[in-house]
């Protein structure tokens, strides 16, 4: 199995799980920080203070992601 039939899987879980009110936001919201740890998201201006790097270095030389209009470093 593909990662992107765990991913349908997964989103087909929640989708389901939300409609039937078994997933409150809180819920989500603890999904979101536990996986955080595997991810390893910063936001920009704290990865740089954490690394000592300038902003725009970080913008230019990292793997940058946006959620929620946000961006994010995702050091791996």
């Known amino acids: 199995m593909g990662s992107t039939e765990h991913i349908d899987k997964l989103q087909q879980y929640i989708d389901v799980c939300i409609h039937k009110g078994e997933l409150s ?4 919201v603890q999904l979101f920080e536990h996986n955080n740890c595997y991810m390893n998201l910063k936001t920009i201006p704290q990865y740089a203070k954490d690394n000592n790097i300038s ?22």
């Open 55 to 76: 902003y725009n270095g970080v913008k230019k030389c990292r793997n940058i992601i946006e959620l929620f209009n946000v961006k994010f470093v995702q050091d791996e």
């Open 25 to 28: 936001s809180d819920d989500l």
